[in-house]
């Protein structure tokens, strides 16, 4: 029963910037952790960068460390994905996500129960 809407998606240069935002409401209480996925054209559903509501601990893949900063507003259920020095390889729809899993950082989509619409994120060359 929590329900998630994304926005801050577009079109960027190479090299460029933009911030995610997803807001949260409804059920948040039995919610501990807050991810990012992206879905590539031709590809599955990849999980790129999650934050604990409670603590502020977060976890990001590889290819994004230095370059993509999770946050979150715990007053206002607001979570955001920074994502600076943007690649054409990270043009992709960005799901924003939530999972009832009390330890560690969940990575599987099937370990999050509730999701976002999605937001288009474009990187030209």
């Known amino acids: 029963q929590l329900q998630l809407v994304e926005s801050g998606g577009g079109l960027v240069q190479a090299g460029g910037s933009l911030r995610l935002s997803c807001a949260a409401s409804?059920?948040?209480?039995?919610?501990?952790?807050m991810g990012w996925f992206r879905q590539a054209p031709g590809k599955e559903r990849e999980f790129v960068s999650a934050?604990?509501?409670?603590?502020?601990?977060?976890y990001s893949v590889d290819s994004v460390k230095g370059r993509f900063t999770i946050s979150r507003a715990n007053a206002k259920n607001m979570v955001y994905l920074q994502m600076n020095s943007l690649k054409p390889e990270d043009t992709a729809v960005y799901y924003c996500?939530?999972?009832?899993?009390?330890?560690?950082?969940?990575?599987?989509?099937?370990?999050?129960?509730?999701w976002g619409q999605g937001t288009q994120v474009t990187v030209s060359s």
């Open positions: 934050i604990r509501w409670r603590s502020g601990s977060t």
């Open positions: 409804g059920r948040t209480f039995s919610t501990y952790t």
């Open positions: 996500a939530g999972s009832r899993d009390v330890l560690g950082f969940p990575r599987q989509p099937d370990q999050y129960a509730y």
